[in-house]
Each structure stands twice: as structure tokens, then as C-alpha cells.
């Protein structure tokens, strides 16, 4: 057995599955999430909750995650605002679909650009601003557009909402969660090998020299502006298609979910998860979502006992996260794909580590 | 004529008072960027705690109202210590998203904490100043907007004041010109900001008891902080007089604008206009009108 990995070549380096090990994995986690709906209605029962679900959710909200960690983790851009963009995609995908009755594989898509191009705006002020007021500038975008959408009501529909048809490819609807479940399934494979391979593309190495330190990137000869704008506009469209499928999975829309916290959610997400790395926005949305499922099992026990426990459950909720954010960012500054890689280490050269 | 002149006059006071208060908190803002280079979040949620911490030791504990802003102010300074010794101090050279996101969760959990102990319905201060309006020429004002704006304005000159001629205010604008020669000349550097941060605290609790002796409180009083972004950036993050300057503008423009324009949007407009302004202002002038411009040398 081979105590390290030695690349003889750059080719070799560069390769995403660099051993036959990890490639044994991955299939093996692909032919656990494609067989997951058929037990999942029996772990559902053990577990009280809806497992395909809570699944969908997950992976919606990885692909949003992903998104953001491509601005944030890989171009050092911060965003307040991706929470907002999540609205316009699911407005948009949502109008397209119910006023205008354009099919689901124009109207999502059409989603996406839509809101890469509002993020691409936006964006503008990155090429002047950084870091502290670049966060306070998105965070401005945030409020401008949920205000857009609270309020434009003949667009949006307001706070009554706006109901979305489910989602359908010729005459077959993924009307069903197990059938919406395969439709998210296979975006969020495809959108987790793209962010993989976009950081070993031209644009994916100029994002990364921009953000340890975009002087050098520029003197370099990295155009600062451009791959900026561009960032935020990939950004802005994986966030957009998570919108979208958002949109078609709840099938009702309202600007109650967009806010400002969704924002910061987000952010959360990719900072539990890891900055800039793929995996991080996993680790991150699974997190993120499977915390108030953990939170809700004691406070129902509670609430038998302390029968005010359910009001103030929504509140615990958030006092909880905030709690965990600042724990986590004192202890592990990294993030949860750090700590992984680290266990994964250990036990590697174990009983021999270092 | 008249009446639009009247309109106009009624919403420019209303605006100075309120942008008094977020003159009052930006303060504390910049106070808190200046000398440790973090950007808080918390802000509001200070304002909100302050404010329900006065309140329930008047309503609560039944203490006439000045010591009870007093003891609020001592409260305040314990919130700023722990925060800092707790929270913000193992965060130091950690990366600025790091440090945001720390104070992001930082306002989750003094937002839950409120919520729990007094929950989410409005409460309001047991009426201090008399009700009696006060006329200016045909301007009819309350006699509580005349005191905060005092109570504002006399903050701002103390702490303008002790930023100027203390000793500890010359040490506090020594480490936010420079930290590393301030260490190296003796200053205490984490002293100082631990009082950034007892500072913030207590002008954001005056700001909240002002505010929630005006409107009354609830939760959506930690928002008031949100509105104090627009107020630092108009004025430059790293200007105490640009925050003072900006809050007061900031304040003018939103009732300005949510007078004139909230019959053409359907309303709300006070709450997205500064933030419109926020955006302009860092289109033109991305370090606001009295900040600093970063010039980078390599």
C-alpha cells in the first residue's frame, strides 16, 4: 500500500478523480442517491419526517450554495444579496411558467440568465469597492429587490403569492416528490461537476488569483473587471436555477422566503461548509437544512413538559444558529470540508500519523 | 402653498430626529470600523437590546426613568465587554468574511435572546414627557421628538468631545490611525477595543430608548441598525463627522421621500429609499464623501 500520492506528471495532478478509489466512491454514492427514494418512505416512518423531501431541499439549496461559493470562496467577493437573486430566479421561472405558459426547460434556464444578468448589475460596484462595502452594497441589492418584489404586485402577485404549474417535460409532470427528486438530482450532479472543472479552467484560475491578491492579478494581466462581472454572473445563475426549481417544487411563490436572512444563510452555508471548496457547499447545505430537523426532535419532546417550547421554537431556532456560527467560526475557522480533510488524514497513515 | 410648505417643514423635522438617533448609532458604527477595522452587524441588535433592557427595568423593576437610563448604560457597557472579549477578540486576523459573518450570527442570537426573555408583541415606554405639542410657527412637534433630538445631539458633542481632548479618546484615534505604532508606543490596544465596543453599545442603547420612546418597541427595532448602513456610507465608513453628517441626511431623505413618493409605489418607500441612496452613493463615490480613499502601493 502506497503511503502518499505521487503524480509523475501534470496531467496526472490535475485530474479530478485522482485515484480509482475515489472514482469507487462517487458511483457508489450515485447508486445510493439514484436507489434513495425507494427506502426512503421507510426511513421517513422510523425517523418521523419526509426524508425525499428534506432531500429536494438539500440539493436546491447545494446548488444555490455552490453558487455563492463561486463568488465568495473562489473569487473573494463577498454577497448579501443571493438570497434576493434566489427570488428573482423563482419569479421568473414562476411568470415565465404560469402567465406566459413557456415549457420548463426554456423557463428555468431563462431563469438562470435572468438572474445572472441582475447579478451581473450589481456587480458593478465590485470593480471599485471590496470586501466591507462591498458586502453593505449587495446587502443594499437585497433590500431593493425584496422591496421590488413585495411591492410590484402586478408582477409578483405580492405577498398572496403566485401559483407556479409543476414542472413538465412533454406530457410528464414531476408532479410527485420522487419524480421532482430525479429532476433536482440530476442538476445537482451536473452543476457540481461544473463548478469542479470551472476551477480548473482559465476563468476558474483568474477567480482564484483574484481573490488571494487581485493587485498581482492584475499586474499578471488578469482583467480585474471582466472576470469579477463574471463571477457574479455564474453566481448569480446557479442561484438562479435553484430559485427556479424552487419555485416549480413549492409551486407557490411568495417574497416571504427572499429576505435578507435567506441571504445569510446562504453565507452561512458555504462558511460551516468550507470557502472554496466544492464539497463545502454540500457539506454546507446539508447542514444548514438538516439543523432544524435536529432542533425540532428535543424542542417536541420538550414541548410535552414545557408546553410554551413550540411557540418559541422558531426563535431557538434562530438563536441556535446564530450561536453555531460564531462557534464555528472561532473553532473551526475552515469549515466543515477542512475538518473532513483532516480526519480523513489522520486515519490515513493511522496508527502512524504525526 | 401653505400646506405644502407645512408638509414639507412637519417631514424635515420628523427626518432630523430620527436622523439625530441614526446619527447616534452610526457613531458607534464607526467608531467600532475605525478602531478594529470590523464592520458590525449587531449594530441593531444593540439598539434592540438597549432599549428592552431600559424598558424592563422601568416597567419591570419599577425604577423611575433617568436612573434606569443610566443602569442601561451600565448594562450596555458589560454587553460591549463580553461581546468583545468573547466573540470578537478570538476572531482578530481571522478574514473579513469571517469577521462579518461573526457579527451576522452574533445579531441572530441577541435577536433570539430578546425574543425569548420579552417576546414579540409592541410595548411601549410608560409616557416620560408630557404629550403637550409643541408649536413652531405652524410646525407642530411633540415634545418627546424635541428631547431625543436633544438627548442626540448632547451625545454626539460628548463623544466628539472625548474622542478630541481625553486621553483615551487621543489613544483610541492613535490605534485607528495606526495600531501597530499605537503597540509599539504603549497604548493598550485591546483595551481600547474593548471600549470601541462598550462605546457602540452604549450609543446604540441611548439610540434605542430614544427610538422606542417614540414609536414604542418590538423586534423589527433591531432593523433601525440596517438603516444605519446608508448613514456610514454616505459619510465615509472611517469619518466620525461623516457619520454624524450622513445619519442626519440619511434620516431628512427617507421621510423626504417616503412623503412624496409613497403614493406613486404603494407605499414602504421609507424603508428601500436610503438604500437606493446607499447604492448611487457607492457608484459615485465608492469611499462616501468624508472617507478615506485607499491608496495602495505595492
Known sequence: MPCGLFHSSYRKDDEIFKTWWVRGWLIGLLAFLVALPTFAPGISQILNTNVTNLCIIIMIYI?????LNILTGFTGQISLGHGAFMGVGAY???????RLHVPFFVALPAAGLMTAAVGMVFGIPSLRLKGLYLAIATMAAQFILDYAMRNWTSLTGGSAGLNVPYAAIGSFEFNTDERFYYLVLVL????????KNLTRTRPGRAFVAIRDRYLAAEVIGVNLFKYRIMSFGISSFYVGIAGGLWGYYITIISDEHFTIWLSVQFLAMVIIGGLGHVLGAIYGAIFMVLLPELLRIPSEALSGTFPQMFVIFGTLQEGVFGLIIILFLIFEPDGLAARWHTIRNYWKLWPFSY | MADAFLKFAQLLVTGLVTGSVYALVALGFVLIYK???IINFAQGEF??????VCLWIVTGLG??????????MVGSVFMGLVVERLVLRPMIGEPIISVIMVTIGLAALLKALVTIFWGTQIRVFPAIFSQEPIRLGQVIVSEVYVWTFFFALLFLGVFAAFFKYSRVGIAMRAVASDQMTAQSMGIPVKLVFAISWCIAAIVSGVGGILIGNINGINITLADFGLKVFPAVIFGGLDSILGAIIGGLTVGVLENLMGGYLDQFFGG?????????????????KPYGLFGIKEIERV
Request: glycine content about 8%.
Open chain 1, 63 to 67: 446548488i444555490g450554495a455552490h453558487g
Open chain 1, 92 to 98: 421568473t421561472a414562476g411568470i415565465l411558467a404560469a
Open chain 1, 188 to 195: 445537482v450532479v451536473l452543476a457540481t461537476a461544473f463548478t
Open chain 2, 35 to 37: 478602531s478594529t477595522s
Open chain 2, 47 to 52: 439598539v434592540l437590546v438597549g432599549a428592552y
Open chain 2, 63 to 72: 425604577v423611575p426613568f433617568i436612573p434606569a437610563f443610566i443602569l442601561t
Open chain 2, 268 to 284: 414602504g418607500v421609507k424603508e428601500v429609499a436610503p438604500f437606493i441612496v446607499l447604492i448611487i452613493v457607492l457608484m459615485v
